[in-house]
């Protein structure tokens, strides 16, 4: 069978079951499934160090390098064909061309990624990895599309590669590679989105629209709007892509339109950090490590932002707290408004989410919570939780929290109401359990400490707070059994992820790890 036509399906496929899953709860479970053999058989295997690193390029999971070959793989062979190849220069463009629709096409399927993480059950990491790369494979087949047309010249005329079109065959293979050099070594070391993340995402859109006008006037001086095979093809994804947008659109609309009432933040600064905290016009049930993007049109007209929830309830809520530190954009502009009116202000605010975490916290017995700065928000919803609603078996858990440069009101509101707030909860007392190290030395206290707060020196060192093996830290009275079940969820800056992995790879102690969608210090 043709390779193009079994990619074509492949495709096809995978399209089909992203927009599914999200309304079909079947493909939930075929998803969960999947995920659990991936990572049972990633511990079988134990050879996951090197592509798990996060410092270089990465972090790889295994998974992601198989998949990402396979795809790469597959795009190749979609255009030379099964070996010995004898694919003529007019058949390699037009196969460049069709690649290059069919990789494109999924890009426009949801307005945001969040939608597609959530969809198939994805971090948003992940789905930026998909799009990232099913982007630049698209890019690349234009390129070898036009080099092969140009290169062949007449493109109508059969040439064939083995026998004398030598210069195209070499020009598209250099485009193949040099594509992905650009886009995976190039612009990663550029760090556009990092230093200048509103200007890299204009630059996205505007270079995204001028990308569909082109491939919209080349298919049309080309004719193919004429072939009705074609436009059949072209009538489907177009009614695939508007039932998936009106769907986003239902669901977002429903998020922030109740009678005439939008959500509402309110806002106050607390030294250099802004407390948001969101009334929604529905109540929602929420889990800990859940995020909302926040568009406040008075702040800045044209952004939205991703803000993970800092509160869990046991009932529906329809106040959620944010904690936002500052930067230099949006953020910046928040606390400014805030200072110059010198009170908490309330503003309209459109919303989407709760997007991401489906974090099962259930059959654990151990859960171990590494932070860094900020990374500590999400983790108050997730300590909240387990001591609200244990499950059965869960016997304590662990908040490893560093800071070096941390609003100390901020310090002083966090220890002071949530920590002690948490404190109270624990009752049965011993089953929470914080070690703060604080390199500015505030040491803020707390009350009915009791042996289950600390400001140990220095820096966090996996082996002595971490040991999974031994009851994970001196500080824990009680011993892990070999059957103990230990859940490590991480929020924390790059280094740190580092060894937490290696631990954990390392470990013969039942670990797993939970890495959020928000990681502190710029590392996304
Ligand atoms: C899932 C998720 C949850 C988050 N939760 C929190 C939280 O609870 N508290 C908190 O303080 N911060 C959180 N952040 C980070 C927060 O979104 C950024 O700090 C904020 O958007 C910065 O806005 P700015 O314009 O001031 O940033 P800038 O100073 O312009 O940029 C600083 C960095 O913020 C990131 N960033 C900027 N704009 C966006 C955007 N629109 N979308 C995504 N990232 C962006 C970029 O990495 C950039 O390098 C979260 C990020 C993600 C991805």
């Given at each position: 069978?043709?390779?193009?036509?079994?990619?074509?399906?492949?495709?096809y496929?995978?399209?089909?079951?992203?927009?599914?899953?999200?309304?079909?709860?079947?493909?939930?479970?075929?998803?969960?499934?999947?995920?659990?053999?991936?990572c049972?058989?990633?511990?079988?295997?134990?050879?996951?160090?090197?592509?798990?690193?996060?410092?270089?390029?990465?972090?790889?999971?295994?998974?992601?390098?198989?998949?990402?070959?396979?795809?790469?793989?597959?795009?190749?062979?979609?255009?030379?064909?099964?070996?010995?190849?004898?694919?003529?220069?007019?058949?390699?463009?037009?196969?460049?061309?069709?690649?290059?629709?069919?990789?494109?096409?999924?890009?426009?399927?949801?307005?945001?990624l969040?939608?597609?993480?959530?969809?198939?059950y994805?971090?948003?990491?992940?789905?930026?990895?998909?799009?990232?790369?099913?982007?630049?494979?698209?890019?690349?087949h234009?390129?070898?599309?036009?080099?092969?047309?140009?290169?062949?010249?007449?493109y109508?005329?059969?040439t064939?590669?083995?026998?004398?079109?030598?210069?195209?065959?070499?020009?598209?293979?250099?485009?193949?590679?040099?594509?992905?050099?650009?886009?995976?070594?190039?612009i990663?070391?550029?760090?556009?989105?990092?230093?200048?993340?509103?200007?890299?995402?204009?630059?996205?859109?505007?270079?995204?629209?001028?990308?569909?006008?082109?491939?919209?006037?080349?298919?049309?001086?080309?004719?193919?709007?004429?072939?009705?095979?074609?436009?059949?093809?072209?009538?489907?994804?177009?009614?695939?892509?508007?039932?998936?947008?009106?769907?986003?659109?239902?669901?977002?609309?429903?998020?922030?339109?109740?009678?005439?009432?939008?959500?509402?933040?309110?806002?106050?600064?607390?030294?250099?950090?802004?407390?948001?905290?969101?009334?929604?016009?529905?109540?929602?049930?929420?889990?800990?490590?859940?995020?909302?993007?926040?568009?406040?049109?008075?702040?800045?007209?044209?952004?939205?932002?991703?803000?993970?929830?800092?509160?869990w309830?046991e009932?529906?809520?329809?106040?959620?707290?944010?904690?936002?530190?500052?930067?230099?954009?949006?953020?910046?502009?928040l606390?400014?408004?805030?200072?110059?009116?010198?009170?908490?202000?309330?503003?309209t605010?459109?919303?989407?989410?709760?997007?991401?975490?489906?974090?099962?916290?259930?059959?654990?017995?151990y859960?171990?919570?590494i932070?860094?700065g900020?990374?500590?928000?999400?983790m108050?919803?997730f300590?909240?939780?387990?001591?609200?609603?244990?499950?059965?078996?869960?016997?304590?858990?662990?908040?490893?929290?560093?800071?070096?440069?941390?609003?100390?009101?901020?310090?002083?509101?966090?220890?002071?109401?949530?920590?002690?707030n948490?404190l109270?909860?624990?009752?049965?007392?011993?089953?929470l359990?914080?070690?703060?190290?604080?390199h500015?030395?505030?040491?803020?206290?707390?009350?009915?400490?009791?042996?289950?707060?600390?400001?140990?020196?220095?820096?966090?060192?996996?082996?002595?707070?971490?040991?999974?093996?031994?009851?994970?830290?001196?500080?824990?009275?009680?011993?892990?059994?070999?059957?103990?079940?230990?859940l490590?969820?991480?929020?924390?800056?790059?280094?740190?992820?580092?060894?937490?992995?290696?631990?954990?790879?390392?470990?013969?102690?039942?670990?797993?790890?939970?890495?959020l969608?928000?990681?502190?210090?710029?590392?996304?």
């Amino acid at each position: 069978m043709d390779p193009f036509f079994i990619y074509t399906i492949c495709f096809y496929i995978g399209v089909g079951i992203t927009i599914l899953s999200k309304f079909l709860s079947i493909f939930h479970w075929i998803i969960l499934f999947l995920l659990n053999l991936y990572c049972n058989g990633l511990q079988w295997m134990k050879c996951t160090f090197l592509l798990r690193r996060h410092g270089c390029i990465g972090p790889w999971s295994l998974f992601s390098v198989v998949f990402g070959g396979l795809y790469l793989v597959a795009n190749v062979m979609g255009i030379l064909g099964w070996w010995p190849l004898s694919v003529t220069s007019s058949d390699a463009i037009k196969r460049t061309g069709y690649l290059a629709l069919l990789n494109i096409m999924p890009l426009f399927i949801s307005f945001d990624l969040s939608y597609i993480a959530d969809s198939l059950y994805i971090s948003l990491r992940a789905s930026r990895d998909i799009h990232r790369l099913a982007g630049l494979t698209a890019i690349c087949h234009i390129i070898a599309h036009l080099t092969i047309m140009l290169a062949s010249g007449d493109y109508s005329q059969n040439t064939k590669w083995t026998d004398d079109s030598y210069i195209s065959k070499y020009l598209s293979i250099i485009c193949l590679t040099a594509g992905p050099i650009i886009g995976f070594i190039i612009i990663p070391l550029l760090q556009l989105r990092r230093k200048h993340y509103e200007l890299s995402s204009w630059f996205h859109l505007i270079l995204t629209a001028s990308l569909v006008t082109g491939i919209f006037l080349h298919l049309q001086s080309e004719g193919l709007f004429k072939q009705a095979g074609f436009l059949r093809y072209i009538y489907i994804y177009g009614g695939v892509v508007t039932l998936s947008l009106i769907l986003q659109a239902i669901v977002f609309l429903g998020r922030n339109i109740r009678g005439l009432s939008l959500p509402k933040a309110r806002c106050r600064l607390v030294g250099d950090s802004v407390v948001v905290n969101l009334e929604l016009p529905t109540e929602i049930k929420l889990r800990p490590g859940q995020y909302f993007r926040i568009w406040l049109p008075r702040v800045q007209l044209m952004s939205s932002h991703p803000f993970t929830v800092s509160t869990w309830s046991e009932q529906r809520q329809r106040n959620v707290r944010f904690i936002v530190e500052q930067r230099r954009g949006f953020t910046q502009e928040l606390a400014s408004t805030l200072d110059k009116k010198q009170e908490s202000l309330k503003f309209t605010a459109i919303v989407s989410g709760p997007h991401g975490a489906r974090i099962c916290l259930r059959n654990f017995h151990y859960v171990v919570m590494i932070a860094t700065g900020y990374g500590v928000v999400p983790m108050l919803a997730f300590m909240k939780k387990l001591l609200c609603r244990p499950y059965r078996g869960f016997r304590r858990m662990i908040l490893i929290w560093e800071y070096f440069d941390f609003d100390s009101d901020l310090l002083e509101e966090i220890i002071k109401a949530d920590f002690n707030n948490l404190l109270t909860l624990d009752n049965p007392p011993k089953r929470l359990c914080i070690c703060v190290y604080d390199h500015m030395h505030h040491n803020p206290r707390v009350v009915g400490e009791n042996n289950r707060f600390f400001y140990p020196e220095g820096s966090p060192k996996m082996d002595e707070n971490f040991n999974v093996e031994t009851g994970l830290t001196s500080t824990f009275e009680n011993r892990c059994e070999a059957n103990d079940k230990v859940l490590v969820i991480v929020s924390a800056k790059l280094n740190i992820r580092d060894e937490v992995r290696l631990k954990i790879q390392n470990t013969t102690a039942k670990a797993t790890l939970k890495e959020l969608d928000y990681q502190p210090y710029g590392a996304l």
